[in-house]
């Protein structure tokens, strides 16, 4: 029984960024939140440059924000880890219970780290590899479109329709398209180029921006990355792998527990199936709250682009009573459900 001043913690779903999520408004990042964190930073550091890499040090102190520096995979895998790595280490844990953790696309092998289910130096190995697998040329690309109406309810019929026109462009000659994460009220899209046009030009233009093709991002998730998955496993040891300390929600929304985790397994699923399989991040935040019942989710920086995708899946599970976008916004106004650590304002609540 806890005595009358003990102080019961807020129980918390950890949630990790993928790509493209250092943008020019992160440049500075790590200077600027985490000066106190050398050790992370050097570890990482030095890792690179041993493969002969700019450090992420350089990177995040540049002057200026350069596309086809900072978005590069080698160079946005690392940068993003040590960002999100040194926010989950500011969490005060004295406030919060995390009982879960889960992250989108890349941030699944951010989740792998923040949980221990792989060391500091395995870490940045592991992540700095798939980060540069495509130094030589990125293989396809990525499209994200949204399938939710102005309400941010899922609209049925836009996504009947989309089904449709990916297996009409599939049959095409040479083309190659497939859905490669499911993010809330959007479907990411990874494939061929000329997959990736025919689809585009069948999809309706929405809001002047989509669909959008995503700078830099190759077909991850599907597919056509089936030769880096194989490169991978002949690269990187299932001896990298341990148990976990903390639950980990993956991108098919099954749980990997502390203690009883199949290492051999989620290696397999690391390196195999979410390589070349859709990820589907709607679902692992579905099962996160409906397995693990936080009260509150945190999503690490940099950058907060992954509250709206979040709050789209609490919508379709009709979440907390949420129903529509005006149900969310209310509810953060209220008391923020979600707390995004790249917003100043939600990253007091969790460092405090």
């Known amino acids: 029984m806890k005595s009358v001043n003990q102080k019961i913690k807020k129980r918390a779903v950890v949630i990790c960024p993928g790509r493209g999520t250092y943008n020019k408004e992160e440049l500075g990042y790590l200077q600027r939140l985490h000066a106190d964190k050398p050790e992370l930073v050097a570890v990482i ?62 941030g699944w092998y951010i989740a792998l780290a ?67 994460i499911h993010l809330g009220g959007y479907l990411v899209f990874g494939g061929n180029k000329v997959g990736l046009k025919a689809l585009e030009q069948k999809l309706p233009v929405v809001q002047d921006r989509y669909p959008m093709n995503l700078f830099n991002h190759a077909a991850f998730h599907t597919p056509l990355l089936n030769d880096i998955s194989v490169k991978a496993k002949s690269l990187l040891s299932k001896e990298l792998f341990v148990q976990p300390d903390i639950p980990l929600v993956d991108g098919l929304g099954q749980s990997w527990q502390p203690h009883s985790c199949d290492t051999d397994a989620l290696y397999d699923y690391t390196l195999g199936t979410q390589v070349v399989a859709p990820y589907d991040f709607s679902k692992a935040i579905e099962v996160a709250v409906k397995e693990y019942a936080p009260d509150k989710l945190i999503i690490l920086g940099p950058s907060a682009t992954l509250g709206g995708a979040v709050a789209q899946s609490l919508i379709k599970q009709q979440w907390l009573g949420l129903k529509s976008k005006s149900d969310f916004i209310a509810l953060q106004k209220k008391d923020p459900y979600i707390l995004a650590m790249g917003i100043e304002e939600q990253r007091q609540k969790v460092i405090s």
């Open 45 to 106: 550091d030095e890792y690179r440059k041993k493969q002969g890499q700019i450090s992420i040090s350089e990177l995040d102190a540049k002057e200026k924000y350069s596309m086809r520096l900072h978005t590069v995979g080698e160079n946005a895998s690392a940068l993003i880890y040590a960002c999100a790595m040194a926010d989950f280490q500011s969490i005060n844990q004295d406030e919060y219970d995390i009982v879960a953790v889960t992250g989108n696309s890349m």
């Open 114 to 180: 923040v949980t221990g289910a792989l060391d500091e130096q395995a870490a940045i190995e592991l992540i700095n590899t798939m980060g540069s697998m495509m130094t030589d040329g990125v293989i396809g690309g990525q499209m994200i479109y949204p399938v939710t109406d102005d309400k941010w309810c899922e609209d049925a019929g836009i996504i009947s329709k989309i089904e449709q026109w990916l297996i009409e462009v599939n049959e095409a000659d040479n083309c190659d398209v497939h859905i490669s």
